[in-house]
């Protein structure tokens, strides 16, 4: 049985990812490696908290005595890495901790990963020849688009914030580490996820928060940011393809398909609910969308071209932005009023 380290697993997609990855393949022991910070919940693994090959570990990416404990340990032989900070507000009010985890906490896992699994560049050891390092990465380190155009795996990279900067490091860190030293690497970069265990500071769940409580839904600038929508375990299908089929040092975009502007989404989420879930006066939970000074350097439109995993992989978005965003928001309504 191999055991695959995987990082940030009780955050929005790694908790996602987990449950759905077990229950896929009975040949992986997963050991969770999560801090626990304010966006990570273990309520988010509860149907998986007793499974016989599953193990959590609390502590930091950064600690590198711990990272090279799990490795000897476990004997780590894959890493799936999505433990970040990811919220771009934050990373606007404090850098440093996204400089901190999302680079230095990158590199910690990938020098580790190097001195376990290889005896030099280019050279694995016996037993890891087909140890990979997967990457989960954001297509915001693209920048931003004009009206047209979408992003492919030739972009240039532009990032716009702290958060995307900081993604955009560990990109290259993880980049660097294949080409110097032979590494097995993977990056996927994907558009916005949506769907169950998201955060509650994050768009959609805020809508649909705030809706509930009869507060003001907010709204930066004139809502016309656009993004591509991912549902979450469409996500997690093209990463179990990119790591068990994607090719050594390749790059993938996963997106959705689905390009939405902020007041679409809003409206969309009201209408779902004016319809499971009523307002007492009978009146449209839109009446309580209300716009907010925009954000600084707020990018205006993300749009993925996935046509590459989809040709070389197969992969394909199987949730439609409507269908997906109903089991949603009857998951928050189920969170917020069960």
Request: hydrophobic share 30%.
């Given at each position: 049985?191999?055991t695959?380290?995987?990082?940030?697993?009780?955050?929005?997609?790694g908790?996602?990812?987990?449950?759905?990855?077990?229950?896929?393949?009975?040949?992986?022991?997963?050991?969770?490696?999560?801090?626990?910070?304010?966006?990570?919940?273990?309520?988010?693994?509860?149907?998986?908290?007793?499974?016989p090959?599953?193990?959590?570990?609390?502590?930091?990416?950064?600690?590198?005595?711990?990272v090279?404990?799990?490795f000897?340990?476990?004997?780590?032989?894959?890493?799936?890495?999505?433990?970040a900070?990811?919220?771009?507000?934050?990373?606007?009010?404090?850098?440093?901790?996204?400089?901190?985890?999302?680079?230095?906490?990158?590199?910690?896992?990938?020098?580790?990963?190097?001195?376990?699994?290889?005896?030099?560049?280019f050279?694995?050891?016996?037993?890891?020849?087909?140890?990979?390092?997967h990457?989960?990465?954001?297509?915001e380190?693209?920048?931003?688009?004009?009206?047209?155009?979408?992003?492919?795996?030739?972009t240039?990279?532009?990032?716009?914030?702290?958060?995307?900067?900081?993604?955009?490091?560990?990109?290259?860190?993880?980049?660097?580490?294949?080409?110097?030293?032979?590494?097995?690497t993977?990056?996927?970069?994907?558009?916005n996820?949506?769907?169950?265990?998201?955060?509650?500071?994050?768009?959609?769940?805020?809508?649909i928060r705030?809706?509930?409580?009869?507060?003001?839904?907010?709204?930066?600038?004139?809502?016309?940011?656009?993004?591509?929508?991912l549902?979450?375990?469409?996500?997690?299908q093209?990463i179990d393809?990119?790591?068990?089929q994607g090719?050594?040092g390749?790059?993938?975009?996963?997106?959705?398909?689905?390009?939405?502007?902020?007041?679409?989404?809003?409206?969309?989420?009201?209408?779902?609910?004016?319809?499971?879930?009523?307002r007492?006066?009978?009146?449209?939970?839109?009446?309580?969308?209300?716009?907010?000074?925009d954000?600084?350097?707020?990018?205006?439109?993300?749009?993925?071209?996935?046509?590459?995993?989809?040709?070389?992989l197969?992969?394909?978005a199987?949730e439609?932005?409507?269908?997906g965003?109903?089991?949603?928001?009857?998951?928050?309504?189920?969170?917020?009023?069960?």
């Amino acid at each position: 049985m191999k055991t695959l380290l995987i990082t940030g697993g009780a955050g929005f997609i790694g908790s996602n990812f987990i449950p759905y990855f077990l229950q896929k393949y009975s040949q992986y022991h997963i050991v969770n490696l999560d801090m626990l910070t304010y966006a990570g919940d273990l309520k988010n693994l509860h149907e998986i908290e007793n499974h016989p090959r599953y193990t959590w570990i609390e502590e930091n990416i950064c600690n590198r005595k711990i990272v090279e404990f799990i490795f000897s340990e476990y004997n780590i032989e894959g890493v799936i890495h999505f433990a970040a900070e990811s919220h771009v507000d934050n990373s606007i009010k404090t850098p440093d901790i996204f400089i901190q985890t999302n680079i230095n906490g990158t590199f910690t896992l990938l020098d580790v990963a190097y001195k376990h699994w290889m005896d030099a560049p280019f050279s694995p050891k016996s037993d890891f020849k087909t140890a990979r390092f997967h990457h989960i990465s954001t297509d915001e380190v693209y920048g931003t688009l004009g009206e047209t155009g979408l992003f492919t795996e030739q972009t240039p990279y532009a990032p716009n914030s702290p958060y995307s900067a900081s993604k955009a490091s560990s990109d290259m860190l993880v980049r660097s580490y294949h080409h110097t030293f032979g590494m097995n690497t993977v990056i996927t970069n994907c558009s916005n996820n949506y769907g169950p265990k998201q955060h509650d500071e994050k768009l959609i769940p805020t809508i649909i928060r705030n809706a509930l409580k009869g507060e003001a839904i907010p709204i930066y600038g004139d809502g016309k940011n656009i993004r591509d929508w991912l549902y979450v375990l469409d996500h997690c299908q093209g990463i179990d393809l990119a790591f068990h089929q994607g090719s050594n040092g390749e790059t993938y975009n996963i997106g959705g398909n689905h390009e939405k502007d902020n007041n679409s989404v809003a409206h969309a989420i009201c209408q779902i609910l004016d319809t499971i879930y009523p307002r007492k006066d009978c009146q449209s939970y839109q009446k309580q969308i209300t716009y907010v000074p925009d954000r600084p350097g707020h990018d205006k439109r993300y749009a993925i071209d996935a046509s590459k995993i989809e040709a070389l992989l197969g992969w394909n978005a199987k949730e439609s932005f409507e269908s997906g965003l109903y089991k949603t928001v009857k998951w928050y309504l189920e969170k917020y009023h069960g």
